[in-house]
């Protein structure tokens, strides 16, 4: 008789890699030293894992804020924002960060995977949402959380899009949903053909910024700033546990579209309000970025700085032109083995591999912060360098040539 657990015992990969010694995941951060410097094992190492943008959930104003909101709220709302779970602080909050968009309203929920999945309350029958092979997670699930048919495109493919669009029907409701910065390759998604693709199919377009929000842009509205299309994007998720240094995820569009998930979207209703200290450091976050933009200046300085000198060595980093660097392995057992190796050299990256990527297309990620010296990325660079080498990655020699990254810079101050 078949046992709905069968396949639970026959899946072996993380009791293999363990076995190995060469599991990349699950590992205990045992401490935090400025977000840039991680200890692990007892050990400390630079820390190039994390999403932590902006270095933000280390500063003093922003624990302060949610140290406040702790000794007046509590740490849970113990409630959904329906019914007993909204504070003073999440209405203020979601106002702001509305402004901040340029938008009507926004809302938010505890987390950002949470809050794409609440944009499949838009997907009704008869409609279509087409996504992007290369989207997150949270959207591929939102799209089969929906009743709309699913059609994805190829990866930044606006040709595929086009074709989908064209044989999706005049007739029905379609929606592009897409991520604005793609969170393993690091690219930034053709959102100007993506917009003109929409007006010509009277389409929408709703954009997760998730790992751009804070960081692109003039003022750090993320994607639709940095391109000069925000009105062309109908609705904006997000997240705040990159730049913004919290926790917590947010829709902001037009009031009517809010509203209608804020009172319909199951994941946002039938779900614990985001805790009030979540919100407060949230809040305290924005106003720093809104105060310095030389945050953001550092970051991608010191991103495009990585993505060359990794370049140098004769990394392959992709397509990314962000603060997301992608170093691509191929095989998957040896990006394991790439991952452990970096990691005993002083070194926390990310390791992804099948399901997220195909077996032999595999990448370790490294993920920069503002707050991060010339010293540790020296350091970095260095570790990258000699286990590239030992494990031949790359050649022992540094081409001669190679093609230079610029890092995605506002076109006005």
Not at 74 to 102: K, M, W, Y
Request: with cysteine; aromatic share 6%; glycine share 10%.
């Amino acid at each position: 008789m078949a046992d709905v657990f069968d396949k639970c015992r026959a899946w072996t990969r993380v009791r293999d890699a363990v076995t190995a010694g060469i599991m990349p995941y699950g590992h205990v951060i045992e401490d935090l030293v400025d977000g840039t410097e991680a200890v692990v094992g007892g050990r400390k190492v630079v820390m190039l894992g994390s999403n932590d943008y902006l270095g933000l959930s280390a500063d003093p104003r922003v624990k302060a804020a949610a140290q406040e909101a702790i000794d007046r709220y509590g740490t849970s709302c113990s409630g959904s924002r329906l019914l007993n779970g909204t504070r003073p602080v999440h209405g203020e909050f979601e106002q702001r960060i509305a402004d901040f968009l340029g938008r009507e309203a926004a809302v938010v929920t505890a987390t950002g995977f949470q809050t794409n999945l609440a944009i499949s309350t838009l997907l009704g029958h008869g409609d279509v949402v087409l996504t992007d092979r290369g989207n997150h997670a949270s959207l591929v699930d939102a799209a089969r959380l929906g009743f709309a048919e699913h059609r994805r495109y190829r990866h930044n493919d606006v040709e595929h899009l086009a074709w989908l669009l064209d044989t999706s029907g005049a007739d029905r409701g379609k929606v592009i949903v897409t991520d604005s910065t793609f969170s393993i390759e690091g690219d930034l998604c053709d959102l100007p053909a993506i917009v003109r693709l929409a007006r010509e199919h009277d389409a929408r377009v709703v954009l997760d910024c998730a790992h751009d929000l804070g960081v692109l842009g003039a003022h750090g509205r993320g994607a639709p700033e940095h391109f000069g299309l925000e009105s062309q994007v109908d609705l904006v998720t997000g997240t705040f546990s990159k730049a913004f240094g919290s926790t917590g995820g947010l829709i902001a569009g037009s009031r009517e579209v809010v509203d209608f998930i804020r009172h319909l979207g199951h994941p946002a209703v039938y779900s614990a309000a985001m805790p009030p200290a979540a919100v407060a450091a949230a809040d305290m976050a924005l106003q720093i970025i809104e105060q310095e933009p030389e945050r953001r200046t550092r970051l991608l300085d010191i991103a495009e700085r990585l993505h060359n000198g990794l370049r140098a060595l004769g990394f392959d980093t992709g397509r990314s032109t962000t603060h997301v660097v992608p170093v691509l392995i191929g095989d998957e057992t040896l990006c394991l083995r790439f991952w452990t190796a970096l990691l005993d050299a002083g070194v926390f990256t990310n390791a992804f591999v099948t399901p997220a990527l195909p077996a032999d297309k595999t990448m370790i990620r490294a993920s920069v912060l503002a707050t991060h010296t010339d010293t540790q990325l020296d350091q970095a660079l260095e570790a990258f360098a000699r286990v590239g080498r030992e494990l031949g990655v790359i050649p022992a020699t540094p081409p001669r040539t190679y093609e230079p990254v610029m890092t995605a810079r506002p076109v006005t101050a």
